[in-house]
Structure formats: structure tokens, C-alpha cells
């Protein structure tokens, strides 16, 4: 798999990039670590070589089965963590660091994020010099490689930007949740910020796998995402009912369909989880579908038929 440079850093990453939101279990269903253990492998094998995770995954536990997972490749893989909204005080964020390192059995973290700015979630309101300021450190200390923010707008990233380099902004972005572009792309592209991400598949409904009458096992956070209400899902199954006919032209999925189109995109590489090793290695295949510029300006077209009728606030849950 071709990789491509993150921000103006040394690192290179892969266009997909392996999600472990659920490798932390909390919050999902079904989850069992061996199957983890075996689909970041098979990511590996496949070409997939950057690992995404936090430490608000599972508290830690995400973090921990990537370092045993990965440890004899760690050379060859790219780590990318996050601290999270209630840790933001040097203090507390460098503690935060440690403790990823060791859960990550490494070293240093390649990329480490902020996961959501300082106030959200009940969190202190830390100003943002100080928290670069302790991200400037670990940096210099070789305790991490390159800065990134997620879930930041671009007044927070340009913010954030005058205390240090920001190589990265994750946002959640797919064909069904666009408010990225509207916002961010624009300064990530003019300063060369790459884009990673998450819920690139919208939480797995751009794979066409839940029917118009699906429901989610008791404990399943998608019972929340905005998409998976009435009036915007039955939009959703047009949609990708009108997708099909290209994922077939290219003899591929519904979901490397709707990942290909999004690594296309500025700047933009895409985080996808996976349950077990026949997915990530059917994911890793999403960088081989190569789409026309008719073919990207369709499936844009298919999709805002599904964004133009979303609210404006950039969170994709009614938590």
C-alpha cells in the first residue's frame, strides 16, 4: 500500500488506517480479544501499517492489546494514540503519555492527539498554550513524534497552531457525515495538516450490512448516531442503493467503495475498524480501488443526498 507523508512530519502513513475503537470493548458488543489480536495482524499482513487508538478506549485496554499485537513489528508500524478531554493539564497529560507508552509496550507514540478540545465532555476549560506546551516537551523528549488534534474546529486548530505544529486533525468524515469540509479542510490543505478520519464508513451503514428494519443489541452506542434515525436512514438506504451500481462496475463492496472516494478527498486518509481478520484484509483492498473523476463526482452527489438534510452540529451522537 502506497503511504503518504503526515503533515510535514517524517512519518508516513497508510491511506487506511486500522480503527481500535473497539478493540477497548466499552461501548460495543461482541468484542472478543483474541479476534482483535488476529484482525490487527491480518491489517499488518494486508499492508496496513498505522494503528489508531486512545486511551479513553477501554481505559487503556485498546492501547494494551495493540503492544501485544504488534510489539515484534513496532518498527514497521506507525502508533497513533490520544489523551483525552479530561487530562489536558501538563501535568496530568504527561502522566497520561506514560501511561500509554507502557500500555503500547513502546517507547514512543508516533502521533499523539488531543482527542477532544479542553471544556467538552465536563472536562477543565485548560488553555491551549499549556497543553502544547507539555505536547512541545514530550516532543522534544522523543516521547512522541508529531502533534494532532481531533474533534477540533478550525478556529480551535488555528489556535492551537500558534503554540506548535499540528501535523494532523481527525474529524469524523465519511460520504454520509461531510462537516469537515464545510469547516477545517480548507486550513488543513493550505498548511499541509493531513486529514485522518474516523467513522469513515459512518459506523459501518456504508456497508449496506444493516437493513431498513435493523436494530442494535442492547449497549451498542450506534443507537445514538444521527444517521441511524428514521427519517435520515430511509434517506440512507437510497442512497446507497444508488451506490451499488458502481461498487459492482469495480467488483467491490459498498464499503471500499465509500472508503476509496474518501481517501480521494484532500488531504484525507480513513480510519476502519475491524472485528476480525477477514475484515481488515477485505478493508486494506478499499487503496486498490482506483475511481474516475465522474466516478467521484457521482458518488459526491449520492451522498449529499444524505448530508444536505443533517443538522449543523459537527457531533455525530445524541449522547
Avoid at 485498546?62 to 501538563?90: C, M, T, W
Avoid at 477545517?184 to 450490512?209: E, R
Avoid at 474518501?262 to 472485528?275: C, D, E, F, H, W
Wanted: charged residues 25%; negative net charge.
Amino acid at each position: 500500500m502506497q503511504k503518504r507523508q503526515l503533515g510535514t512530519s517524517q512519518i508516513q502513513i497508510t491511506p487506511i488506517i486500522m480503527g481500535t475503537w473497539q478493540a477497548g470493548k466499552r461501548m460495543w458488543v461482541g468484542i472478543e480479544d483474541a479476534e482483535t489480536f488476529k484482525a490487527m495482524r491480518a491489517a499488518f499482513e494486508a499492508g496496513i501499517t498505522t494503528f489508531d487508538t486512545a486511551e479513553a478506549y477501554g481505559e487503556g485496554h485498546s492501547e494494551q492489546i495493540i503492544g501485544q499485537a504488534l510489539s515484534d513489528v513496532r518498527s514497521q508500524v506507525v502508533y497513533a494514540s490520544k489523551v483525552f478531554a479530561n487530562h489536558l493539564k501538563p501535568d496530568l497529560l504527561i502522566e497520561a503519555c506514560d501511561r500509554s507508552l507502557k500500555n503500547l509496550n513502546t517507547d514512543y507514540i508516533d502521533l499523539y492527539q488531543i482527542h477532544w478540545p479542553a471544556g467538552t465532555w465536563n472536562s477543565e476549560l485548560v488553555p491551549i498554550a499549556e497543553t502544547m506546551d507539555a505536547l512541545n516537551k514530550l516532543k522534544e523528549q522523543g516521547k512522541i513524534r508529531a502533534i494532532g488534534v481531533s474533534n477540533f474546529s478550525r478556529a480551535q486548530i488555528e489556535e492551537a497552531a500558534q503554540y506548535g505544529r499540528i501535523d494532523s486533525l481527525q474529524p469524523p468524515y465519511s460520504l454520509f457525515w461531510r462537516w469537515v469540509e464545510k469547516d477545517a479542510m480548507s486550513y488543513c490543505v493550505d498548511n499541509h495538516i493531513s486529514i485522518i478520519a474516523y467513522s469513515s464508513l459512518a459506523q459501518g451503514i456504508l456497508t449496506g450490512k444493516f437493513g431498513p428494519e435493523h436494530k442494535f443489541e442492547e449497549g451498542d452506542h450506534r443507537t445514538k448516531n444521527k444517521l441511524f434515525i428514521k427519517e435520515n436512514y430511509a434517506r440512507v438506504q437510497t442512497a446507497l442503493n444508488q451506490l451499488r451500481p458502481i461498487a459492482d462496475r469495480h467488483q467491490t463492496s459498498l464499503g471500499n467503495l465509500a472508503l476509496a472516494w474518501l481517501i480521494s478527498q484532500p488531504q484525507t486518509n480513513a480510519i476502519v475498524g475491524a472485528r476480525d481478520g477477514e475484515q481488515a484484509a477485505e478493508n486494506a483492498k478499499a487503496a486498490e480501488v482506483k475511481l474516475s473523476e465522474e466516478e467521484l463526482k457521482e458518488i459526491d452527489t449520492i451522498g449529499r443526498t444524505v448530508t444536505a438534510r443533517l443538522d449543523d452540529n459537527p457531533v455525530m451522537w445524541n449522547f
